[in-house]
């Protein structure tokens, strides 16, 4: 059974097409990574996918239709959205207390565990934290949770680069076990590069591409191109050209290796870098 | 015994789980005033009749000729313990609901509640119990507490005097006082029950402005009915909405008549034959109702 499974997903708000018929399947044990311009869609996704709002077409979870189960699917799904949305009144203690009393899947001696490697106090409110505090409260709270899907929203939006950092850390050595399952989206794109087992762009409530890491890893190849090299490269058809300290830097997607090592240096190209050029290739259609 | 985490994790999950117990525990956390408004309240009071103690032996010797002003006299701090502090947990209730259901969309922790297993009727309902069970039992409580400490201030007080000792515990019934106000703060509940479930629901729905979407509504009625047909009924209305409980759960004193016992004055079976107490609860239910299936739709702002 797939983790998720969408088909012909659609949302409006009014005369705004949030999601266009998106058909999605997550597997189980996938770290799969949302990447899309702001307004793509992808947090309406995300939303549909926790049952948060309603939409058309089908969407299972879990094998759950996420909005009219949304309690019973949150027994074994997590959900951390951007840093703002812990109760500000709340203390650490009670927190631990509330998520305990309420989550059959929740394990106290864990999330101490992790809050112990932190200097965040117990008898603190909430609104007494620091943003990256309250970011690793709530991944202290939802590592101890035994969840099969993690949502991810933006979560490190905001944070310096060490809890940036320490963030994606302690997910995956501490959290991620292949059995779980992971979905991000992030504009932070490159630091979660090295993270994600497949990566999805979406434009428009459209996804525009997707492939596993390891696919995409073989499939898209960048070169810097010796400026003599240029039209020789161009022949190739990359799929993208850029300057960068006035040396050419094409993409390209399926190319022959070793034609191209010896226009340049190859290298695999960062998600940021592929997202544009999908994306300006996508939005010359629009 | 196997020791395969797969395992393990397929099995049915042991921990005991109370999403509505610890729904309210939470709400009392997120809101003090639900508790330290009433005891608020009752120190202010316990401080001012405590200073009244003093001169209680000279006012009651001024009443002894006169039963009902003896009565007066006597049952005052009581009286306005309860009606005070009562007061002080109606505005506690309707600042609570007027926030209850805004307050988590405004700070974005709706996203937070929503990320766990705890359904919306759970937490709809929770909300609703603070201003209908909680605040009304803990009301009931305080007062209790408060009116005892008072007792027993006016008791040292008159210590010296016999006779008028034996005046206050003969104005002062004391066990049935207590039990008719367990009756009363059962009968307000229900009674307002229709207007805190209106609030909540309207906490829910609006975008801002909680307060006026709540209430303008109603005097928009009230004051058309009033310019177009000259009637002020929907005013009266209003006002029985609010305090219409009195008279049908008691039979008002009337001036001049001897004191009743205070079970003699409850009027359980008018009270219940209301139908403006059941079309009341029936509004409450059909409130709730929209408020648990709209709460299902709620995002942050």
Redesign the interface.
């Known amino acids: 059974m797939a983790c998720i499974e969408a088909r012909g997903l659609r949302k409006a708000f009014g005369s705004t097409i949030a999601l266009d018929g998106v058909d999605l399947r997550v597997e189980e044990g996938r770290i799969v990574g949302i990447i899309g311009p702001n307004g793509a869609g992808k947090s309406t996704a995300l ?1 549909a996918i ?5 939409y058309e077409g089908e969407l299972k979870v879990l094998g759950r239709d996420p ?1 009219s189960e ?6 074994d ?5 951007d840093v ?8 650490v203690s ?1 927190a631990l ?10 394990d106290r001696g864990k999330a101490e565990g992790f809050l112990a490697k932190t200097n965040i106090n117990r008898t603190s409110k909430v609104r007494e934290l620091s943003k990256g505090m309250v970011t690793q409260l ?1 991944l202290a709270l939802v590592m101890a949770i ?1 969840a099969k899907l993690l949502v991810l929203d933006e979560p490190t939006i905001g944070l310096d680069i060490l809890y940036r950092k320490q963030f994606y850390d302690s997910l995956l050595n501490d959290y991620f ?1 292949r ?1 779980r399952t992971i979905v991000v989206t992030t504009h932070q794109v490159d630091e979660i590069q090295d993270v994600l087992t497949d990566v999805m762009f979406v434009n428009h409530g459209r996804i525009v591409m997707e492939c596993g890491m390891e696919e995409f890893e073989s499939r898209y190849v960048e070169v810097m191109v010796r400026p003599e090299n240029l039209p020789a490269a161009r022949a190739f058809k990359p799929m993208h050209e850029r300057q960068v300290f006035g040396r050419s830097i094409l993409l390209f997607d399926q190319a022959n290796r070793d034609d191209l090592a010896a226009l340049g240096d190859l290298r695999t190209p960062g998600i940021a870098d592929l997202f544009v050029a999908v994306m300006g290739n996508h939005g010359a259609d629009q | 015994m196997t020791a395969d ?2 395992v393990a ?1 397929e099995v049915e ?1 042991s ?1 005991q ?3 509505m ?3 309210i ?2 709400e009392l ?2 809101n003090r005033s639900v508790y330290a408004a009433p005891v608020v309240t009752a120190c202010i009071m316990l401080f001012g009749f405590f200073i009244s103690a003093i001169t209680l032996p000279h006012r009651m010797r001024a009443a002894m000729a006169d039963p009902g002003k003896l009565h007066g006299v006597v049952a005052m701090p009581y009286d306005t313990t309860a009606g005070l502090i009562l007061v002080t947990a109606f505005l506690v209730g309707v600042f609570y609901c007027l926030d209850a259901l805004h307050g ?1 969309r405004r ?14 009727r ?1 937490t709809v309902l929770a909300k609703i119990a603070i201003p209908l069970v909680i605040l009304p039992l803990f009301s009931y409580a305080v007062i209790l507490v408060t009116q005892l400490i008072i007792l027993t201030a006016n008791t040292i007080v008159l210590l010296g005097n016999s006779s008028q000792l034996a005046a206050l515990y003969q104005n002062l019934k004391f066990v049935q006082l207590s039990i008719a106000l367990l009756y009363a703060v059962i009968a307000i509940a229900l009674w307002h029950a229709p207007l805190y479930c209106w609030l909540l629901l309207v906490s829910g729905w609006a975008k801002r402005a909680v307060f006026l979407w709540a209430v303008m509504p109603f005097l928009a009625i009230g004051v058309f009915t009033k310019i177009a047909f000259g009637s002020a009924s929907f005013f009266t209305f209003l006002g029985d909405r609010l305090a219409g409980w009195f008279n049908k759960a008691f039979i008002a004193p009337q001036k001049g008549a001897p004191q009743l016992d205070p079970l003699a004055a409850m009027t359980p079976g008018t009270f219940l034959s209301t139908p403006s107490l059941w079309l009341g609860l029936v509004f409450a239910a059909l409130c709730l109702a929209a408020t648990i299936r709209m709460r ?2 709620r ?2 702002m």
Not at chain 1, 70 to 75: F, K, N, P, S, V
């Open positions: 939303h926790l049952g948060l709002i309603p909005w949304r309690d019973q699917l949150m027994r799904v997590s959900f951390i959205a703002a949305v812990m109760p500000r009144g709340m203390r009670q207390d509330y998520v305990g009393g309420v989550h059959p899947r929740f709530h035994d076990d059995s | 985490p797969l994790r999950p921990a789980t109370r999403p117990y610890w729904s525990r939470r956390w997120e988590e700070d974005r922790s709706i996203l937070f509640w929503k990320s766990l297993p705890v359904s919306d759970t299902r739709y995002e942050p």
